[in-house]
Every structure is written in structure tokens, then in C-alpha cells.
T-cell receptor, first 110, second 111 residues
């Protein structure tokens, strides 16, 4: 099982602020993913990476951006937070098809 | 894109009852996965299925990979209060490294 970490767990921030959500994994997985999950439960893929210097947009359009400079690190950045960005953000990693999730970051933009 | 139809959307059961939920698709999948998400946490992988017809157990949980490769089932026997949470199915088609997720089944267990 993967060890995957997300910080912060909870974040309340004002409109217009720049934020970075951190995600790190210690299993050496090549593939990493960001999902957005609203209270309606459904998971929406917003970004993914298949390795260092590789990033792709997911199935749900997002104003966030990601980077993958190191294998173990996959941060997500919002340049200017808005109330519509309020959601749960989940990071995951894996080697082939199994994905292992972090505990998530609950973001609230006021 | 591919869609997974997961049902039921929610279930309210009494402690001790058995639970059954399923996922169906019009597309063939090579791997089926079942996850459980506790409130405020990320989903945890419960069971992975790799072959059509495969039946796999993990404690009180049993999952099956449908023969047609278009569906999967999860059963929970003798439910307990800690079974409460959202259960997700996910399928992998093999063409890329992305998973297709069902919309989840919210399980409530009354003590």
C-alpha cells in the first residue's frame, strides 16, 4: 500500500489568494493524479502525470495548474482562489491501474 | 467517455444485514476495483479484480468480476457500524492509466 500525504488537510482562504496544495508519495510511483470531489460524492479527474515533467489536464476543466519536477511530489496551484473553487481535493498515485489516495484537502474560499 | 452505472445510490440497513451493490457499463474493462471512503478521508482500496469471473474476498467483503467484463459486484456480509461510508467502483480499460469511477453508493448502518 502506498504512503501518500497531502497538506494542508483543511484550508480556509479569502478570494483572490494564491494557494498551493501539496501532495507527496514515498512509493516511487510514476503515475500521480488530482481529483476534485464535491459533496455530491462523484470524483472528477482534473490533472494527471505519468512521470517527471509530464502533466496533462483531466476530464473536468479546472483553473488550477500542476507541476511534476520530482517523482514523489505533485503540487496543485490556484493562482487566484474563488468561492467556486471550494471543494475537496484528492491526490492519488499508482504504477499501473491501482490508485492509492491521500487523505484529501478540504478547501473553502470565502 | 465511458461511464460506470453504480447502484444503488444509497442504502440504509440494520446492523447484521448483508449488503449488495453493483457497477455496470456498456464498455469492457480489464480490471475492476472497489474503494471505500470514510467521511473526511480519501478512498481506500478494498479489492482489486483482474480476470473475468474472478471472485475475491477480503474479510466480510466479497467482490466479483462479471463474465462479460462489463460489470462487477460487491457484497458485504453481516454489516457493522464501521461499514458506514461511500463505496466506489472503478474500472480500468487498459488503454491508458486513468480509472473510470462510479458515482458511489452511500451506506448507512443503523446499530
Amino acid at each position: 500500500e502506498a504512503d501518500i500525504y497531502q497538506t494542508p488537510r483543511y484550508l480556509v482562504i479569502g478570494t483572490g489568494k494564491k494557494i498551493t496544495l501539496e501532495c507527496s508519495q514515498t512509493m516511487g510511483h510514476d503515475k500521480m493524479y488530482w481529483y476534485q470531489q464535491d459533496p455530491g460524492m462523484e470524483l472528477h479527474l482534473i490533472h494527471y502525470s505519468y512521470g517527471v515533467n509530464s502533466t496533462e489536464k483531466g476530464d473536468l476543466s479546472s483553473e488550477s495548474t500542476v507541476s511534476r519536477i520530482r517523482t514523489e511530489h505533485f503540487p496543485l496551484t490556484l493562482e487566484s482562489a474563488r468561492p467556486s473553487h471550494t471543494s475537496q481535493y484528492l491526490c492519488a498515485s499508482g504504477q499501473v491501474y491501482e490508485q492509492y489516495f491521500g487523505p484529501g484537502t478540504r478547501l473553502t474560499v470565502t | 467517455g465511458q461511464q460506470l452505472n453504480q447502484s444503488p445510490q444509497s442504502m440504509f440497513i440494520q446492523e447484521g444485514e448483508d449488503v449488495s451493490m453493483n457497477c455496470t457499463s456498456s464498455s469492457i474493462f480489464n480490471t475492476w476495483l472497489w474503494y471505500k471512503q470514510d467521511p473526511g478521508e480519501g478512498p481506500v482500496l478494498l479489492i482489486a479484480l483482474y480476470k473475468a469471473g474472478e471472485l475475491t474476498s477480503n474479510g466480510r467483503l466479497t467482490a466479483q468480476f462479471g463474465i462479460t467484463r462489463k460489470d462487477s459486484f460487491l457484497n458485504i456480509s453481516a454489516s457493522i457500524p464501521s461499514d458506514v461510508g461511500i463505496y466506489f467502483c472503478a474500472g480500468w480499460r487498459g488503454s491508458n492509466y486513468k480509472l473510470t469511477f462510479g458515482k458511489g453508493t452511500l451506506l448507512t448502518v443503523n446499530p
